[in-house]
């Protein structure tokens, strides 16, 4: 590969590990959602919505005014998946 090709991403003023970052399987994510009732509703539901095997980050709820007297629960949970792992898996050896 030419030099002038590897400098190419720093002409446009790109770092030489975005393009590597942008190859990267995403094993983060966040669930936003609303609730009527109250933020432990809203946080309830956005964590049963979560991807199995996920840890959860953070988490962050607000209530949102709707008028006359009413008001809206949103909470977003963010969470990290597990690595999956690559390649064969060990076999425990018999002894």
């Known amino acids: 590969m030419s030099a002038q090709r590897l400098l190419?991403?720093?002409a446009l003023g790109l770092p030489l590990?975005?393009?590597?970052l942008l190859?990267?399987?995403a094993l983060?994510?966040?669930i936003t959602v609303?609730?009527?009732f109250d933020k432990q509703a809203a946080l309830q539901?956005?964590?049963?919505d979560m991807p199995r095997g996920a840890?959860?980050?953070r988490s962050e709820c607000q209530e949102?005014?709707?008028?006359?007297?009413?008001?809206r629960y949103r909470c977003t949970v963010w969470y990290v998946k597990p690595t999956p792992q690559t390649g064969p898996q060990p076999t425990p050896s018999a002894r």
């Open 8 to 10: 190419a991403p720093l």
């Open 17 to 20: 590990g975005l393009p590597l």
């Open 23 to 25: 190859g990267a399987p």
């Open 28 to 30: 983060a994510g966040s």
């Open 34 to 36: 609303d609730s009527i």
């Open 45 to 48: 539901e956005a964590l049963s």
């Open 55 to 57: 840890s959860v980050t």
């Open 64 to 71: 949102i005014s709707v008028g006359l007297d009413n008001s």
